[in-house]
């Protein structure tokens, strides 16, 4: 069948159609935003026959499958992905070569859709694609943030939060389907069962299609945004406004009961929705309601989305009167758990007064549980009392979120084999005592198409030239790159790549903040959620300690190979501590690089706003990859995979997935360090660490320490962070920093014999295919979801 994309004059023919007809303009006078606009709505058009198909398909076949509910879902721009998985790229890009198009530039036109912030995003990102690639029906649910995240602005080294304006510009890729939308209570009280005198928010979802890779396969992300519902008799101007907070910003400020109350609020409405829109699917087709674990599984991605257990029970015994044991059995079949985090303090806990105030059956049903699981815990006779009530589902002022999870759910699942064993045999040893079964590990990956087809077209040349392009489809293949290791065209067309996506990222660089960085020396990358458990503190006390010592130390200086610390993190707005970090490496950064006694040895750039297109290019462009976590605290790490395809190395401690990367590569193509897991872990236990005495006993720490109240007119400017770690050093700044100094001199020295570096990029290349999300999808279905593929 002839449609647009079928070769290059009919889509030239359609593109200028569209310039004409939607912008009354033609292609000389055209702005990238038109180009862009025509393009996407093309293509969009063009999927809708496959989406149509696809869930044609899985309906007709009564195919089961998976609703993947996620707080963030951080997707990037869509339009060069869309048009690579659909197979129309070849044909756009020689159409607008003809027209004298750019594609990457109109590409740059698309705004990063602000769903998300970190690992936890980007990996459902990763996760729906790869699940449509291999075939599987699996759809995401979240919400549709207005405002997304924030737009990080540095402002006298500070981080300033603005809304983010990326739905300013229509989003293209999303449909509005109306008629589906949800009615939600929240707040009233109940009697005998019923919610009396709720308010009522209504949920209006958004689809977002996801395109599987060359197979016709279209599934979808539904985004829920609110709005005011018919069933809401006063409608005041507190009530208008809750109804827009709801969806407005991803993770608002819950450093007040208001905050925390509109926090809850978020995490119910996604749920509830995407729960009752699951429950209406399967009532449309006719299915009996004692059957829906036989075609859906809810995978609760982290704690946010606990609430799906509660309201699943609530539907079942509340609307459609079924007993309590057998909603439990039915909703206990259904949900599966995902938990991303050891740290207690992430661990979500709702206050009880705000949960009761605005979910109050809710509230009771999880009452009814917890009694319940007591008595399992009472009866099985290997718990004491307080165990019992450290294990309960309510604790003297909270619900406690990912034991509700624990106890509601048939699989819960770590993200890296570390994290997995140190959740059954620590975190949660008496949950796995009690449920063995249940506990299994899925270690996270990253889709290739997008962090590797897609964002190095140089490494993807060199890959199809020595290996053929099979690895496209097959991640392992990657692996028979291993016999070019040591080749010399091939060490040298990988250095090659490298050094080109070096000067891609500086040139960013430069435009964008007006520091130039030297292409030829160590690009040193941290990028990620700015947290004290990540560990950037650390990273800048040891760059204050090199440039002081370059700034006394003639014979370091003459042997220090040049170095650029690279940067990129948002701070959560109402997370002080993060925030002065942000401020110290900036004030830091400022000096150094206007220092022109050492500035051609060292330069350190805090990169603006930092978010998944920028991440495309930092990626591909980093030599030495920083994975600096506290040993036990980081659960897995989805960048240290992605820099880890494209070539860099890896210098960090054996914690998350650095573990089975250091497996996979082998710890010679890796500089690792620091406190092991089981030294974390005593540490902790003893609870006689002493971070001063480390102070003490090291001149470097000292003279750094004396530095930074230098920095700025008040010397007690930035003592917050330093008292922190002379006093408490929870996450074992000052433990590490000596290992931590020692294996940076190592990767220094090591980067100067360029041969053994670039054989040490080919091997981290090569073993990188395990840690595609391809094969962590087809392990989720293995052994949890159980789902048939997709096949026309």
């Given at each position: 069948?002839?449609?647009?994309?079928?070769?290059k004059?009919?889509?030239?023919k359609?593109?200028?159609?569209?310039?004409?007809s939607?912008?009354?303009?033609?292609?000389?006078?055209?702005?990238?935003?038109q180009?862009?606009?025509?393009?996407?709505?093309l293509?969009?058009?063009?999927?809708?026959?496959?989406?149509?198909?696809?869930i044609?398909?899985?309906?007709?076949?009564?195919?089961?499958?998976?609703i993947?509910?996620?707080?963030?879902?951080?997707?990037?721009r869509?339009?060069?992905?869309?048009?690579?998985?659909s197979?129309?790229?070849?044909v756009?890009?020689?159409?607008?070569?003809?027209?004298?198009i750019?594609?990457?530039e109109?590409?740059?036109?698309?705004?990063?859709?602000g769903?998300?912030?970190g690992?936890?995003?980007r990996?459902?990102?990763?996760?729906?694609?790869s699940?449509?690639?291999?075939?599987?029906?699996?759809?995401?649910?979240?919400?549709?943030?207005?405002?997304?995240?924030?737009m990080?602005?540095?402002?006298?080294h500070?981080?300033?939060?603005?809304?983010?304006?990326?739905?300013?510009q229509?989003?293209?890729?999303e449909?509005?389907k109306?008629?589906?939308?949800?009615d939600?209570?929240?707040?009233?009280?109940?009697e005998?069962?019923r919610?009396?005198?709720?308010?009522w928010?209504k949920a209006?979802?958004?689809?977002?299609?996801?395109v599987g890779?060359h197979?016709?396969?279209?599934?979808?992300?539904r985004?829920?945004?609110?709005?005011?519902?018919e069933?809401?008799?006063?409608?005041?101007?507190a009530y208008?406004?809750?109804?827009?907070n709801?969806s407005?910003?991803?993770?608002?400020?819950?450093?007040?009961?208001?905050?925390?109350t509109?926090?809850?609020?978020?995490?119910?409405?996604?749920?509830?929705?995407?729960v009752k829109?699951?429950f209406?699917?399967h009532k449309y087709?006719?299915?009996?309601l004692?059957?829906?674990?036989?075609f859906y599984?809810?995978?609760?991605?982290d704690t946010?989305?606990?609430?799906?257990i509660?309201?699943?029970m609530r539907?079942?015994?509340?609307?459609e009167?079924?007993?309590?044991?057998e909603?439990?059995?039915?909703?206990?079949q259904t949900c599966?758990?995902?938990?991303?985090?050891?740290?207690?303090?992430?661990?979500?806990?709702?206050?009880?007064?705000?949960?009761?105030n605005?979910?109050?059956r809710?509230?009771?049903?999880?009452?009814?549980?917890?009694r319940?699981f007591k008595?399992?815990?009472e009866?099985?006779?290997?718990?004491?009392?307080e165990q019992?009530?450290l294990?309960?589902?309510?604790?003297?002022?909270?619900?406690?979120?990912?034991?509700?999870c624990i106890?509601?759910?048939?699989?819960?699942n770590g993200?890296?084999a570390?994290?997995?064993?140190?959740?059954?045999?620590?975190?949660?040893?008496?949950?796995?005592?009690?449920?063995?079964?249940?506990?299994?590990?899925?270690?996270?990956?990253?889709?290739h198409r997008?962090?590797?087809?897609?964002?190095?077209?140089e490494?993807v040349s060199?890959?199809?030239?020595?290996?053929?392009?099979?690895?496209?489809h097959?991640?392992?293949?990657?692996?028979?790159?291993?016999?070019?290791?040591?080749?010399?065209?091939?060490?040298?067309?990988?250095?090659?790549?490298k050094?080109?996506?070096k000067?891609?990222?500086?040139?960013?660089?430069?435009?964008?903040q007006?520091?130039?960085?030297?292409?030829?020396?160590?690009?040193?990358?941290?990028?990620?959620?700015?947290?004290?458990?990540?560990r950037?503190?650390?990273n800048?006390?040891?760059?204050i300690y090199?440039?002081?010592r370059l700034k006394?130390?003639?014979?370091?200086?003459?042997?220090?190979?040049?170095?650029?610390f690279i940067?990129g993190?948002?701070?959560a707005?109402s997370?002080?501590m993060a925030?002065?970090?942000?401020?110290l490496?900036?004030?830091v950064?400022?000096?150094?690089?206007?220092?022109d006694e050492?500035?051609?040895?060292?330069?350190v750039?805090?990169?603006?706003?930092?978010?998944v297109?920028?991440a495309?290019y930092?990626m591909?462009?980093a030599?030495?990859?920083?994975?600096?976590?506290?040993?036990t605290?980081?659960a897995?790490?989805?960048?240290?995979m992605?820099?880890m395809?494209?070539?860099?190395?890896?210098?960090?401690?054996?914690?998350?997935?650095?573990?089975e990367i250091v497996?996979?590569?082998?710890?010679?193509?890796?500089f690792i360090?620091?406190?092991?897991?089981?030294?974390?872990?005593?540490i902790?236990?003893?609870?006689?660490?002493?971070?001063?005495?480390?102070?003490e006993?090291?001149?470097r720490l000292?003279?750094?320490?004396q530095?930074?109240?230098?920095l700025?007119?008040?010397?007690q400017?930035?003592?917050?962070?330093?008292?922190?770690?002379?006093?408490?050093?929870?996450?074992?700044?000052?433990?590490?920093?000596?290992?931590?100094?020692?294996?940076?001199?190592?990767?220094?020295?090591?980067?100067k014999?360029?041969?053994?570096?670039?054989?040490?990029m080919?091997?981290n290349?090569?073993?990188?295919?395990?840690f595609?999300?391809?094969?962590t999808?087809?392990?989720?279905n293995?052994?949890?979801w159980?789902?048939?593929k997709?096949?026309?």
């Amino acid at each position: 069948m002839q449609t647009h994309f079928s070769n290059k004059e009919a889509f030239k023919k359609a593109f200028l159609n569209g310039l004409k007809s939607s912008f009354n303009t033609e292609l000389k006078d055209s702005s990238l935003y038109q180009r862009y606009t025509v393009l996407a709505t093309l293509l969009e058009q063009e999927l809708e026959d496959n989406h149509k198909k696809t869930i044609e398909h899985i309906h007709q076949n009564h195919l089961k499958k998976t609703i993947y509910f996620s707080m963030e879902f951080l997707m990037g721009r869509l339009v060069t992905n869309n048009l690579q998985n659909s197979g129309h790229y070849d044909v756009v890009k020689s159409a607008f070569e003809d027209l004298e198009i750019d594609l990457n530039e109109v590409e740059e036109a698309e705004s990063d859709a602000g769903l998300g912030n970190g690992g936890l995003g980007r990996l459902a990102a990763c996760f729906l694609d790869s699940a449509a690639s291999i075939g599987l029906p699996l759809f995401g649910n979240s919400l549709r943030y207005q405002h997304g995240f924030f737009m990080q602005e540095i402002k006298d080294h500070k981080q300033v939060e603005h809304k983010d304006p990326w739905l300013n510009q229509p989003f293209i890729w999303e449909t509005k389907k109306l008629e589906e939308a949800i009615d939600i209570p929240l707040f009233g009280y109940v009697e005998h069962t019923r919610l009396i005198n709720p308010v009522w928010i209504k949920a209006v979802p958004y689809d977002v299609k996801i395109v599987g890779d060359h197979n016709g396969v279209v599934t979808t992300l539904r985004l829920w945004s609110t709005e005011p519902s018919e069933k809401q008799f006063v409608q005041d101007e507190a009530y208008i406004n809750t109804t827009k907070n709801i969806s407005d910003v991803l993770y608002p400020d819950d450093s007040t009961e208001d905050g925390k109350t509109l926090r809850l609020m978020q995490s119910y409405v996604f749920s509830a929705a995407g729960v009752k829109n699951a429950f209406n699917e399967h009532k449309y087709l006719g299915r009996d309601l004692r059957d829906f674990h036989k075609f859906y599984t809810f995978q609760i991605n982290d704690t946010h989305p606990t609430l799906i257990i509660p309201e699943m029970m609530r539907i079942l015994m509340d609307e459609e009167h079924i007993g309590y044991d057998e909603a439990w059995q039915i909703t206990t079949q259904t949900c599966a758990f995902t938990n991303h985090t050891i740290l207690s303090e992430a661990l979500e806990k709702w206050n009880i007064h705000i949960f009761r105030n605005l979910l109050p059956r809710i509230y009771e049903i999880i009452q009814e549980m917890n009694r319940r699981f007591k008595h399992i815990l009472e009866t099985d006779g290997r718990f004491n009392k307080e165990q019992i009530y450290l294990m309960g589902l309510i604790g003297q002022n909270h619900v406690r979120m990912a034991h509700i999870c624990i106890y509601g759910s048939f699989s819960i699942n770590g993200v890296a084999a570390l994290h997995t064993e140190i959740l059954k045999h620590i975190e949660m040893k008496e949950f796995y005592m009690l449920y063995p079964n249940k506990f299994n590990n899925k270690t996270n990956g990253i889709t290739h198409r997008r962090w590797l087809l897609h964002t190095n077209h140089e490494l993807v040349s060199i890959l199809d030239e020595k290996i053929g392009t099979t690895w496209r489809h097959d991640l392992t293949e990657l692996k028979k790159l291993e016999l070019f290791i040591h080749d010399q065209e091939t060490k040298e067309q990988v250095y090659a790549m490298k050094h080109a996506k070096k000067q891609a990222l500086a040139d960013r660089i430069y435009k964008l903040q007006g520091v130039k960085l030297d292409t030829h020396a160590i690009f040193d990358i941290q990028v990620k959620r700015l947290h004290e458990y990540k560990r950037q503190l650390m990273n800048i006390l040891h760059i204050i300690y090199v440039y002081q010592r370059l700034k006394s130390d003639p014979v370091f200086k003459a042997s220090y190979y040049p170095h650029n610390f690279i940067f990129g993190a948002k701070a959560a707005p109402s997370y002080h501590m993060a925030k002065a970090v942000i401020e110290l490496i900036d004030t830091v950064a400022d000096i150094i690089n206007n220092d022109d006694e050492t500035n051609d040895l060292l330069k350190v750039v805090f990169v603006r706003n930092y978010n998944v297109s920028y991440a495309e290019y930092i990626m591909p462009a980093a030599d030495l990859s920083e994975q600096i976590s506290t040993a036990t605290k980081e659960a897995s790490g989805t960048g240290n995979m992605k820099f880890m395809m494209n070539g860099a190395i890896t210098i960090g401690t054996m914690d998350g997935a650095n573990v089975e990367i250091v497996e996979n590569a082998g710890k010679d193509n890796a500089f690792i360090f620091g406190l092991s897991a089981e030294e974390v872990t005593r540490i902790y236990q003893n609870n006689g660490y002493k971070p001063r005495e480390i102070y003490e006993q090291d001149p470097r720490l000292q003279k750094v320490f004396q530095y930074i109240r230098t920095l700025h007119p008040n010397p007690q400017h930035f003592d917050y962070i330093l008292n922190n770690l002379l006093n408490s050093d929870y996450f074992l700044v000052m433990k590490d920093f000596a290992a931590y100094a020692e294996a940076h001199e190592h990767a220094n020295e090591a980067y100067k014999d360029t041969s053994k570096w670039q054989e040490m990029m080919i091997a981290n290349i090569a073993n990188s295919g395990f840690f595609t999300s391809d094969r962590t999808i087809e392990q989720y279905n293995q052994d949890i979801w159980k789902l048939k593929k997709i096949s026309f």
